[in-house]
DNA sequence: TCGGCTAATGACTCTCCGGTCAGTTACCTC
DNA sequence: GAGGTAACTGACCGGAGAGTCATTAGCCGA
């Protein structure tokens, strides 16, 4: 009907197979960032992606994968951007914990809860997502954290502590307001992300303050 | 054949109205911690709790309420006590803080976290579900936390802080962390709990001391 | 403009699982 | 024991969704 009245192309379809890849990503992101991993199914990803069902299974072998190469594609570039900024950065290690936490929420973080939402929930019935998720992302962003814990108490600027389960008490309670934010958050008054990060920053650190010098705020 | 054999009962099954529900909710339990909402069959829980899926249906109306049971029967006795308990202590806030975190994680966090697990994942897919633990979980939790953290002020035993996002501050990490022994923790070196609840309740104490008063340790 | 190559379609199959219900069987009472 | 009742079974239904494949149709080179 209108479609006659379209300038340049009648066609129902173009090929484009340099696109399609990112663009099923995205799609895929967007969907099992909404419903989980057993909770999208593989219509919904490619109504989104504008292709058909057929369509992914040209580029992908199947769903598990297809998530694989959304992880892979979201999580990796932004730590590997971070891991270089706090290597050449010379800011006091408080400085780069803060850095860290807000660039983390102001970019990826609804990204990677979104990811991360989907692996607690899934990894007892996907294996093989799980250590491809544990090798891939969470080691990495362990060891960053812990990095710039090291380099603070080698400083002095923080007393000495256990740096890995002290890493984990800087990066879950953001972590966990992130995944609230997209779960039960939806249901609540939501909260202020900003707000709650100063609070959290401020507890860690005074948490961290090296034990004699009651360093002036 | 071998039946003829059998002593005192050749019944193939038995009536045990009274006990059937909290056997069939124990089953449901245990079902759900491995493997979420949609990842738990009935026939599964049906098999656990040695009936058939059939008489589930007997018992509750669809799988949904059969979940929201289970959350009600594990969950609410303990809140229930920890309400009273920090009630009539006269511990100082420190103190109370303490015992609030090593009391959960040694009697139900990990039944506590198998339930905020599948309500994370699976809240976008369930919103009743989702609203449900909301008012009959979260909000009392957190103001049995932000209650101890009001009384520390009070008392000036803490420093002020904003209420509800230091509450969260509290609990999310030892969530987390549960969290993780339950899902990618499956997969990697385990983490000691008690040693990271030590970490982070020393953590807490501190980002919570006073302003001027540097409390010795 | 024609032919062939392959990107893309969409209707199909097949399996899985929540929920149903007619029938079976344990138990209780007389 | 005979009969009545209600707890329990298990075969069944229907819908949903992952994955398939024969067919269609854009694109490009000659």
Redesign the pocket.
């Known amino acids: 009907m209108a479609e006659i009245t379209a300038p340049t192309?009648?066609?129902?379809?173009?090929?484009?197979?340099e696109?399609?890849t990112p663009e099923i990503l995205a799609a895929a992101l967007e969907c099992f960032a909404k419903g989980g991993f057993?909770?999208?199914?593989?219509?919904?990803?490619?109504a989104v992606a504008?292709?058909?069902?057929?369509?992914?299974?040209?580029?992908f072998?199947?769903?598990?994968a297809?998530f694989e190469a959304v992880v892979r594609s979201a999580v990796l570039p932004v730590l590997e951007m971070a891991q270089e900024h706090v290597a050449q950065s010379p800011d006091t290690a408080p400085e780069l914990l803060g850095w860290l936490l807000q660039r983390w929420q102001e970019t990826t973080l609804p990204t990677h809860c979104a990811i991360s939402k989907i692996i607690i929930a899934e990894s007892a019935s996907f294996p093989d997502l799980a250590r491809f998720y544990l090798e891939e992302v969470v080691a990495r962003g362990l060891h960053l954290v812990g990095g710039v814990l090291k380099l603070g108490i080698e400083r002095g600027e923080f007393r000495s502590v256990d740096i890995e389960n002290t890493a984990r008490c800087i990066v879950w309670p953001m972590l966990m307001a992130n995944l609230w934010t997209q779960s039960l958050g939806l249901y609540a008054e939501t909260i202020d992300l900003s707000q709650f990060r100063q609070t959290h920053y401020e507890l860690l650190l005074r948490g961290l303050a090296p034990e004699s010098a009651a360093e002036r705020k």
């Open positions: 192309s009648t066609a129902k379809w173009r090929r484009r197979p696109e399609r057993s909770g999208t199914r593989m219509d919904d990803v490619a504008g292709v058909t069902k057929g369509t992914l299974y040209l580029y072998p199947n769903k598990e297809l």
